[in-house]
C-alpha cells in the first residue's frame, strides 16, 4: 500500500524523524493561506501523486510569496502530470504539499528495504541525494552504503554512525545523522513498511538534517495490525480494476500488454507471464485466484480480467489441487456466457478433475482452445493475440 509524501512524513515526525513544516493544500486560495502561514521568504508547491520524478516533470516548483505560491497551485492542481513513474498516461493532481523552503548546503539518500538475497532489512545511504537511486546503482554502486539490519536487535548505533562517516558528515553532526538514521529504521519496523525512502536527505547550511522527501509504502499483509492506515489510502491513486479486485481478496495487478492471463499460485502466474514473454507475446496482468478459489470468484476474477480494453486474447493456467479444474471451468464458461466474451481464450488445465474440467469446456458452446503444457499454451495463446 503506498500514501503521499505529506502523509509519510506525518507518520515519521510521530518516530522522531525531523521534517519541514508544511501544510496540505487543495485549491490556490488554500496555498496562497498555507504560504503565509508558514511565514518563509520561500515556499516549496509540491504535487502530491504516488510515484517519483515528480520535479522532472514540473510537479516541484518554488514560490517566493504567497501570491505566487497560489498561482503556481492553481496550475499545477488539476494537471496531469507525467513523470518516468507514472507511463505517458500520468496522473491528476489533485493535492499539493505547501512546504517551508530551507537553506540547501548537502543533498543524500537514505533508504530501508527488504534485501530479499539475505531475508533481512538493509538501510541504504547515498553521498548521490536527489538522484534516483537505480541510477546510482547502475553508474557509481560503490556509492552506496550498506548496513544489515539484524531481526530483533534493529539498526545499531555504530551502524548508523558508520553510515554518517560514510557519507562525509562533520563530526559534530554524526550524532545528530545516527539519532536521525536509528528513528527512521523504528519507523520503518514498527510501521511495517516494505520500503522508506528519504531522497533527498538534507543538510542544511544551519548544520540541521531534515527529510526533505519521503516515500512509504506498508506491507499489505500487515495491514490488520494497523486499521487507522486504511484513511491514508488513496483509491484517486490507484488502478480501477486492482481496486475491484481487492473486493474479491484477489491478487491482481494491471501491466501494458494484450494477453489477460488467470493463474493460480503466484509462482505459477510469474511462470506463466515469463513464457508468455519468452514466445514474444506480452502479459496484460498479473492475476492469482489463489488456491481456494470457489466458482464465484473465478467468475470475477475472468469478469476483472476481460475489463481490461487492452486484452484481445486470454490464457488460463490452472493447476488443480486444493482448487478442482473441473470449478475453475464452471467459473470460466459462466463469466463468459454472462460477458458475452468474443476474444480468443486458450485454457491449461492440469490436476484435481482435469478430465471433468476438459469436459465442462469443450461442451460449453463457447471457442476455448486446449492445450497439452505451458509451451503449447504460450504458443496458442501469442498467435491468438496476433491474429
Do not use: W
Not at 281 to 310: W, Y
Request: with cysteine; charged share 25%.
Amino acid at each position: 500500500m503506498k500514501i503521499h509524501e505529506y502523509q509519510g512524513k506525518a507518520l515519521l515526525k510521530e518516530y522522531g524523524v525531523p521534517v519541514p513544516r508544511s501544510i496540505v493544500a487543495k485549491t490556490a486560495e488554500e496555498a496562497e493561506a498555507a504560504a503565509r502561514e508558514l511565514g518563509t521568504d520561500v515556499v516549496v508547491v509540491k504535487a502530491q501523486i504516488h510515484a517519483g520524478g515528480r520535479g522532472k516533470g514540473g510537479g516541484v516548483k518554488l514560490a517566493k510569496s504567497p501570491e505566487e505560491a497560489g498561482t503556481i497551485a492553481g496550475e499545477m492542481l488539476g494537471m496531469n502530470l507525467v513523470t518516468h513513474q507514472t507511463g505517458p498516461e500520468g496522473r491528476e493532481v489533485k493535492t499539493l504539499l505547501i512546504e517551508e523552503g530551507l537553506p540547501i548546503d548537502q543533498e543524500f539518500y537514505l533508504g530501508i528495504t527488504l534485501d530479499r538475497a539475505i531475508g533481512k532489512n538493509v538501510f541504504m545511504a547515498s553521498s548521490e541525494g536527489g538522484t534516483e537511486i537505480e541510477e546510482v546503482a547502475a553508474a557509481t554502486p560503490e556509492k552506496i552504503l550498506k548496513e544489515t539490519i539484524e531481526p530483533g536487535i534493529g539498526l545499531q548505533p555504530f551502524q548508523a554512525r558508520n553510515l554518517a562517516f560514510g557519507l562525509g558528515l562533520p563530526k559534530e553532526l554524526i550524532g545528530q545523522a545516527a539519532k536521525f538514521m536509528i528513528s527512521l529504521a523504528n519507523a520503518f519496523e514498527k510501521m511495517d513498511a516494505t520500503i522508506v525512502e528519504i531522497n533527498p536527505f538534507l543538510k542544511t547550511s544551519d548544520g540541521r538534517l531534515i527529510a526533505l522527501d519521503a516515500k512509504v509504502n506498508f506491507d499489505s499483509n500487515a495491514m490488520f495490525r494497523h486499521k487507522d492506515y486504511a484513511d491514508l489510502r488513496d483509491l484517486n491513486e490507484e488502478e480501477p480494476l486492482e481496486i475491484e479486485a481487492s473486493k474479491f481478496d484477489l491478487s491482481y495487478i494491471k501491466l501494458d500488454g494484450n494477453i489477460g492471463c488467470m493463474v493460480n499460485g503466484a509462482g505459477l502466474a510469474m511462470a506463466t507471464m515469463d513464457i508468455i514473454m519468452h514466445n514474444g507475446g506480452e502479459p496484460a496482468n498479473f492475476l492469482d485466484v489463489g488456491g481456494g478459489a470457489s466458482q464465484e470468484r473465478v467468475q470475477n476474477a475472468f469478469r476483472i480480467l476481460l475489463a481490461d480494453e487492452n486484452v484481445e486474447a486470454v490464457l488460463i493456467n490452472i493447476f488443480g489441487g486444493i482448487v478442482r479444474c473441473d470449478m475453475v471451468a464452471k467459473g470460466v464458461v459462466a463469466a463468459a456466457k454472462n460477458l458475452g466474451v468474443s476474444i480468443p481464450i486458450v485454457a491449461r488445465l492440469e490436476g484435481t478433475n482435469v478430465e471433468e474440467g476438459k469436459r465442462v469446456l469443450q461442451e460449453s458452446g463457447i471457442n476455448i482452445l486446449s492445450a497439452d503444457g505451458m509451451q503449447d499454451a504460450a504458443e496458442k495463446v501469442v498467435s491468438a493475440a496476433a491474429a
